[in-house]
């Protein structure tokens, strides 16, 4: 069981605009960031956002992250084929003192 | 440019012990805390360890704590995992990401990981 949830699947077809939602508590997504990470099928992660909403040199503006409470969700608009991954949200835990992760969703692009 | 080598991997029987080590190259190692994460078989992240740049600051997921040693050697610019007492459950392929800054809250950088199987 993760300590952060996510949906464990998503879909959508080419061009459209899919959310995935990332939901945790007031000891990590409450007070910390929030990060997300793409698994392309048989490759290691890539970090896709970092600080809530923040992309990497390199990220396309298709994919953008927000944070509200101790909810976050990454959208991912204009659906490519190329983006079907998994995605993981992240996050610092102070009472954990470690990282935590979602249990990741699998985006399927019809 | 950048590198992440995962090493050390390898089929362990339950009670048994691995180190696995990490070489980087391509960054200023000690500046940058490092950490290890795993993925068993068709399943999610997990966040084991991690370590600030200097080694002086060490964090565990209850998980593993007290029997995974994290470490790192600054001047051969290696980063190891200590693994005792391995149980069927630590079975997954072990990455070792860079943190951007001295605290390992997040990784931007992840090697091609190594695979770590305990089965009698």
């Known amino acids: 069981q993760s300590v952060l949830t996510q949906p464990p699947s998503a879909s959508g077809t080419p061009g459209q605009r899919v959310t995935i939602s990332c939901s945790g508590s007031s000891s990590n997504i409450g007070i910390n960031h929030v990060y997300w990470y793409q698994q392309l099928p048989g490759t290691a992660p890539k970090l896709l956002i970092y600080r809530n909403n923040q992309r990497p040199s390199g990220v396309p503006d298709r994919f953008s992250g927000s944070k509200s409470g101790t909810s976050a969700s990454l959208a991912i608009s204009g659906l490519r084929s190329e983006d079907e991954a998994d995605y993981y949200c992240a996050a610092w835990d102070d009472s954990l003192s470690g990282v935590v992760f979602g249990g990741g969703t699998k985006l399927t692009v019809l | 440019e950048m590198q992440l080598v995962e090493s050390g991997g390898g089929l362990v029987q339950p009670g048994g012990s691995l180190r696995l080590s990490c070489a980087a190259s391509g960054f200023t190692f000690s500046n940058y805390a490092m950490s290890w994460v795993r993925q068993a078989p068709g399943k999610g992240l997990e966040w084991v360890s991690g370590?600030?740049?200097?080694?002086?600051?060490?964090y565990y997921a209850d998980s593993v704590k007290g029997r995974f040693t994290i470490s790192r050697d600054n001047s051969k610019n290696t980063l190891y995992l200590q693994m005792n007492s391995l149980r069927a459950e630590d079975t997954a392929v072990y990455y070792c990401?860079?943190?951007?800054?001295?605290?390992?809250?997040?990784?931007?950088?992840w090697g091609q990981g190594t695979l770590v199987t305990v089965s009698s």
């Open positions: 990401p860079k943190a951007p800054t001295d605290k390992p809250y997040y990784f931007d950088y």
């Open positions: 370590i600030s740049g200097s080694g002086g600051s060490t």
